[in-house]
């Protein structure tokens, strides 16, 4: 049984730049949420999507975006990027209907701006 | 608002000794609650939650963990500690807000140290 995957494992991008960063569920889920984990910090949500729409989003900015596919994987867009948006993004899966069940994560892009 | 607190940045313990690893909580109404471990260049590993029933709730890998209303708590735990154990702990809440989406709300994270 497939876990959360990501891709890809490491990013080096310039500030101002764009990068597109995958994620594909744990089989038999149907829902993504997307968290960034600065460095010493725990994780912050920044949104989540279910049945191709954005559910919920967290306190990031409009240069965060994300799109979820037919086949439930999801992509997380960041435009214009910042020295700050230096971290690890981590993805996660669920059920939309396990609303008490635990998330399972993937093992996270590091994403570095220079 | 809903917040958790992990008050210690790292906790040290010898291995075969017990450790505790400390998480307090505020939410409004009935927390839902989590602990995640997380090893270098790794993701996130679910070890147990609480959601309602017992108060000792045991999880993954011999951890359990102990929910106190009173006090707001819900320290993780282990009778004997390994040095596998070495990693970065993070408490979560359910956000309550998030109506049902399940977004989690994480502490700060402590580096738990098991020296031989």
């Known amino acids: 049984d497939a876990g959360v995957t990501q891709s890809p494992t490491h990013l080096i991008k310039t500030r101002g730049q764009q990068v597109t960063l995958r994620c594909s569920p744990k089989?038999?889920?149907?829902?993504v949420s997307w968290y960034q984990q600065a460095l010493g910090q725990g994780p912050q949500f920044i949104f989540q999507?279910?049945?191709?729409?954005?559910?919920q989003r967290g306190n990031f900015p409009d240069r965060f975006s994300g799109h979820q596919f037919p086949n439930y994987s999801s992509e997380l867009n960041v435009n214009a990027l910042l020295l700050g948006d230096s971290a690890l993004y981590l993805c996660?899966?669920?059920?939309?209907?396990?609303?008490?069940?635990?998330?399972?994560f993937g093992p996270g892009t590091r994403l570095t701006v220079t | 608002a809903q917040s958790v607190a992990q008050p210690e940045d790292q906790v040290n313990v010898a291995e075969g000794n017990p450790l505790t690893v400390k998480c307090t909580y505020s939410?409004?109404?009935?927390?839902?609650l989590f602990w995640y471990v997380q090893y270098p260049n790794r993701g996130l590993q679910f070890l147990l939650k609480?959601?309602?029933?017992?108060?000792l709730v045991k999880g993954s890998y011999g951890f359990e963990a102990e929910f106190n209303k009173s006090q707001t708590s819900f320290h993780l735990k282990k009778p004997s500690a390994l040095v596998s154990d070495s990693a970065l702990y993070f408490c979560a809440v359910r956000d309550r807000g998030s109506g049902n989406t399940g977004k989690l709300i994480f502490g700060q994270g402590t580096t738990l140290q098991v020296k031989p």
């Open positions: 609480y959601i309602t029933g017992d108060n």
């Open positions: 996660a899966s669920s059920l939309a209907a396990g609303f008490l069940d635990e998330q399972y």
């Open positions: 999507y279910y049945e191709e729409e954005e559910r």
């Open positions: 939410v409004s109404g009935n927390p839902y």
């Open positions: 089989s038999g889920h149907d829902t």
